[in-house]
């Protein structure tokens, strides 16, 4: 058992790990692949080495055959020595040699050295006589060949009469005596044709003559070589008799590790795809067994997973025996769902827990089910839970068969859809209630659908065009505007509407707003449509319809596209409101409002409104332009033009009492000035109304009135009556005048007359008669005085001369200069001969005289005196000044008689208060004035203003 | 009956004979005395405080004066009336019949009345009776 398991496991291993196993088959093969490769390689190498050493061996003995006929060829040349030392017969016996021996091209006798004997000598003169024990490179072979007694090959070497030779050269002894040398030289490459080098395979093999330098020790090759030498490619041979080195090189010693490589990289290859193949064959099997137990996993999972859903799935899933309704298997949710216990639940029968209402179709189909008319039912049936609410399922019922397809129970799938069945009662009450309140409605709804609109839109590709272009589209072609009104489909309408259009039904209204009857519901029809092209939801503009009575009605219309149709604009509910009465009442509200603004514009005076905080203006009529000449845009334009505008003297206590009065919530009524646009200064009289509201002041509201030509002729009136008061007060001054010094003197006259006619005795009438006499004559003096008053202020005709004032001044000095050089008064004056005035002479000179005969009189006698006589011009007006430092006078307590009659304010006897008063007179009887200003104890000073 | 004094406070000469010799005729008053002004008639007044000398019991006061008119001396009587240790009584003597001069005349509690000029008798002895 133990075994049966491990075995298909150990297998399985293999299995599992193909990759392995090929790599394992790979290695393998290699290794067997490469083995015989070897073998091979080795048995090649040593063929091949065999093979050269069997040529160079033949070529050995073929060169050793060669030097020994050359050795018998000069040894029997060596024979023709005679003993004497001389050759016979050399020429015959060199040309027999020649003969005999092919190979050989020369022969030679140098008897002690120097070459004597040649044949053939033609072609080898060069060499005669030549001395081989002296020349360098025959020194050493001859000597050598000396040492060792025997015949000795040199070379090969080039020759003195061309071509490449070798030398061999037997010493000869005679009588044991060294005689010289037998030489033969043996042509090279007749030396290599006979030892049989070019009959070897010249592919395969390369034939090389090799010497080691005595004097230098290297080793000189003589023929030429193609193939470098290596360590392994040649084989060698020593020729001693030359002390020659013979080698056969190998041409292509690489070929056979080449062929060796590729062996064993075919060895390689062969055994990769062995590995390969192996490795492919196992994989099929394991994705086999790995699929065989992916399946029994899934298997497994799908019997868990079935478990897990029975057991918590979301719906109520219930095995019911058919016949008896039992049920066999319920699932958590069914038991929670009916609030049973599952134990409870497999004691019921499902027509037990299932509404009476539902329960006979339910029967129904479990009976058609039962009998194979029908698959599957699936149905919504009400269950009752254990506390007996009601539970609505969607139940679908599905046979449970068996192997061979017979049924043995049903499944019941069960979805909780009571809360989807109470929100559709909702719904549909909410729908109702929709209804009604769009049927009951008291603004006119209609409910459309725009999909063929929408439709025909886009054939056209007007949707998400611009704008301007949709409206040209429609304009000018009015025709498919006009079929595109017609492609609104009405779903609904309400009560109201029918009422707006006055027809009893949809089809009735449909056929009234088939049109578009007018110009007007032309455009907002396009402007309809341009907003739907933009894919705007909602609309609202104000158009005219038309009634069944051909009435037209303005309207409202609010169009809005309902959530959820915005694409396709399936459902679009439409507001009418009549907005005729509105219209109407617009209407009658503009016109009385262009009546009231005609109304203001003919007031003769500016209406205006403002802020009652910061009198910024909101509302000013067009008369503003008329009386100030500023546009009422201009006046608009900035918050403080009001107040900027006001004349500065007006200004603050203008604006102070505006603030007054509106705090206290008064309307008001005052007069200002006003500059306007010329620079003009205009009297305005500003009637006031403050607006308020909710106990709360909003606004100021008010008329602006010109009185400017008012307050002309008030302003004339006032001088007039300044004029006439200032008469008068003369008149009463006069009145005072007279009651006073004309009464003192009355009185006095009374008394002493009273006196008189009591008196006892004649002295004392006679005393009492001269007072009576200085009364009268003070008396006469004041008739006199106001007689010449009166002459004064009577005088219209009065003589002005243009006068040279100089003369006059210098003339008042004389008459006073007494006086003032009694008080050593100094006089300063400006005037000069040039100052000329307009004056009546008389006049003038009165008032120089009373002037400055005053200023001399109430000079300080405690100080230097000075009077001081200024002319001047200010504002084109000529002024005449005299100051003096003298005691002054108390102003406060007597500037309003200062200029009286009989005035006097000092004890000084000639003050007889009649000068100034006569000099104001004559002054005012000229269009002038006279001023005072003085200080006690400090000065005085006149001013008289003479025109 | 006791002996009176008497003040006449004006600045025209021939009044001042005329009223001495009425006040002589009358022979109400033991002793008579003169200004010229309000200026004399005050500074004489404060002296004869200082002095502790018998003071006028009627002052006949001119309104229309040089240096200090009648209103002047009326303005300094209110200024030093607490040293003043009897009662004066003044009376405004004028030749002006100037409403105005009347009103301030009877709005001065000092002033005890106005008599216009001509002064008689008559008018003396009123006066003095009034007293």
Redesign the interface.
């Known amino acids: 058992m133990k075994l049966k398991t491990n075995w298909p496991k150990f297998i399985n291993w293999y299995i599992i790990n193909p990759k392995l196993t090929g790599l394992i088959v790979f290695i393998f093969l290699g290794i067997i692949f490469s083995l015989l490769a070897s073998k091979q390689y080795v048995s090649n190498i040593e063929f091949k080495r065999l093979e050269k050493i069997n040529t160079l061996e033949t070529i050995h003995q073929n060169i050793e055959q060669s030097l020994k006929n050359s050795y018998i060829t000069a040894l029997t040349l060596a024979l023709t020595i005679n003993d004497e030392g001389t050759p016979e017969n050399f020429e015959e016996i060199g040309q027999k040699l020649l003969k005999s021996n092919s190979a050989i091209s020369a022969v030679q006798l140098v008897p002690q050295g120097i070459i004597k004997y040649t044949y053939p000598l033609k072609g080898n003169e060069a060499a005669m006589n030549l001395n081989i024990f002296k020349a360098n490179h025959t020194k050493i072979d001859a000597l050598k060949s000396m040492k060792y007694d025997r015949m000795y090959f040199s070379g090969p070497l080039n020759l003195k009469q061309g071509g490449k030779a070798i030398i061999g050269r037997l010493p000869v002894y005679i009588k044991q005596k060294f005689w010289g040398f037998s030489a033969v030289i043996i042509k090279f490459d007749k030396f290599l044709d006979a030892s049989g080098v070019n009959s070897i395979g010249k592919n395969k093999y390369e034939f090389q003559l090799a010497k080691r330098n005595t004097t230098t020790g290297k080793t000189e090759f003589f023929l030429k070589q193609t193939t470098q030498l290596t360590n392994l490619n040649f084989v060698k041979k020593s020729v001693t008799d030359g002390n020659w080195d013979i080698y056969i090189i190998d041409k292509n010693a690489n070929s056979l590790l080449i062929s060796y490589i590729t062996n064993t990289m075919l060895g390689l290859i062969l055994a990769l795809v062995f590995g390969i193949l192996t490795v492919l064959l196992l994989k099929k099997s394991t994705q086999l067994q790995v699929l065989v137990n992916k399946q029994a996993l899934s298997l497994k999972d799908n019997e868990i997973k079935f478990k897990t859903i029975f057991d918590q799935a979301s719906v109520g899933i219930a095995n019911v025996e058919l016949k008896s309704g039992k049920l066999i298997e319920v699932n958590n949710y069914f038991c929670k769902m009916l609030g049973y216990t599952e134990k409870e639940m497999k004691l019921k029968t499902f027509q037990s827990i299932t509404h009476p209402d539902d329960l006979i179709e339910d029967v129904r189909n479990a009976k058609n089910l039962n009998e194979g008319k029908i698959d599957e039912y699936s149905m919504e049936k009400r269950y009752f839970s254990k506390q007996g609410r009601i539970v609505w399922g969607n139940l679908s019922v599905t046979p449970l068969l068996n192997q061979n397809k017979k049924q043995i129970s049903v499944i019941g799938i069960v979805e909780n859809i009571t809360i989807k069945k109470e929100n559709e009662e909702l719904i549909v009450k909410n729908e109702n209630h929709f209804k009604s309140l769009f049927y009951d409605s008291p603004i006119p709804l209609r409910e459309e659908d725009f999909s063929e609109v929408k439709k025909a839109l886009i054939k056209l590709k007007l949707i998400n065009r611009d704008p301007e272009e949709v409206k040209q589209f429609l304009h000018s072609n009015p025709k498919i505007t006009n079929e595109l009104h017609l492609l609104i489909k009405s779903i609904n309408v309400n009560k109201a509407c029918l009422e707006l259009y006055k027809v009893k039904n949809e089809d009735e209204l449909s056929n009234v707003k088939k049109h578009l009857f007018n110009s007007k519901s032309f455009d907002d029809f396009v402007d309809q449509i341009v907003a739907i092209c933009q894919e705007e939801t909602s609309l609202i503009l104000d158009t005219v319809i038309q009634d069944s009575n051909n009435h037209n009605r303005n309207i409202n219309l609010r169009w809005n596209v309902i959530r959820g149709y915005e694409k396709t604009l399936e459902r679009v509910i439409v507001y009418n409101e009549d907005i005729t009465e509105r219209k109407d009442a617009d209407k009658i509200i503009r016109n009385s409002q262009e009546k009231i603004q005609s109304l203001i514009d003919t007031v003769d005076g500016i209406v205006w409104e403002c802020n009652p905080e910061t009198f910024a203006f909101t509302f000013v009529s067009k008369k503003v332009e008329e009386i100030l000449g500023y546009s009422a845009q201009e006046w608009l334009s900035s918050p403080t033009f009001w107040s900027d505008h006001i004349y500065a003297e007006d200004k603050e206590s203008i604006i102070d009492f505006c603030q007054f009065k509106t705090a206290k919530r008064e309307d008001h009524d005052f007069e200002y000035r006003m500059i306007a646009k010329d620079n003009t200064v205009v009297w305005l009289r500003d009637i006031v109304t403050v607006v308020s509201e909710n106990d709360k002041i909003i606004k100021l509201r008010g008329i602006m009135i010109d009185i400017t030509k008012t307050k002309e002729v008030e302003k004339h009136l006032k001088s007039s009556f300044d004029l006439v008061s200032e008469q008068n007060k003369r008149l009463l001054n006069f009145s ?1 005048i007279v ?2 010094n004309l ?2 003197h009355t ?2 006259i ?3 007359t ?2 008189i006619q ?1 008196s006892e005795t004649t002295e004392e009438k006679d005393e ?1 008669i001269d ?1 009576l006499k ?2 009268s004559n ?1 008396l006469n003096d004041t008739l006199y005085n106001l007689n010449e008053v009166v002459n004064i202020q009577t005088n219209l005709n009065l003589v002005v001369e243009k006068l040279k004032l100089k003369p006059y001044l210098d003339n008042t000095l004389t008459i006073l200069r007494n006086e003032i050089r009694t008080n050593n008064i100094i006089i300063n004056s400006n005037i000069t001969e040039k100052t000329e005035i307009h004056y009546n002479p008389a006049y003038l000179e009165s008032i120089l005289y009373n002037m400055i005969s005053n200023a001399v009189r109430y000079c300080d006698k405690n100080r230097q005196c000075e009077v001081d006589i200024l002319y001047s011009c200010e504002d084109g007006k000529r002024y005449l000044s005299i100051s003096d430092n003298g005691i002054g006078i108390d102003l406060k ?1 007597n500037g309003d008689k200062i200029f009286g009659m ?7 006897v000639d ?1 007889k ?1 009649i000068g100034l008063f006569i000099t104001k007179n004559q002054i005012e009887a000229m269009g002038g004035t006279i001023t005072i200003e003085s200080t006690l104890g400090k000065g005085t000073t006149f001013k008289i203003q003479l025109t | 009956m006791s002996q009176k004094k008497i003040w006449v406070v004006d600045d025209d000469q021939i009044y001042k004979t005329i009223i001495k010799k009425i006040i002589d005729k009358s022979a109400i008053f033991d002793a008579t005395t003169t200004f010229s002004n309000g200026k004399e008639a005050i500074n004489a007044l404060k002296v004869a405080i200082s002095n502790k000398e018998i003071l006028p019991d009627i002052v006949l006061l001119d309104i229309e004066m040089p240096v200090m008119d009648g209103w002047g001396f009326m303005e300094e009587i209110a200024l030093i009336k607490d040293s003043i240790p009897q009662r004066l009584i003044i009376y405004i003597s004028s030749s002006s019949i100037a409403i105005e001069d009347k009103l301030k005349a009877k709005n001065n509690p000092n002033i005890v009345g106005y008599m216009s000029k001509p002064i008689t008798i008559d008018d003396l002895k009123l006066i003095a009776d009034f007293d």
């Open positions: 005072y009651s006073h009464r003192s009185s006095n009374s008394s002493l009273d006196l009591c009492l007072l200085l009364v003070a307590r009989y005035k006097t304010f000092t004890d000084n003050s208060g």
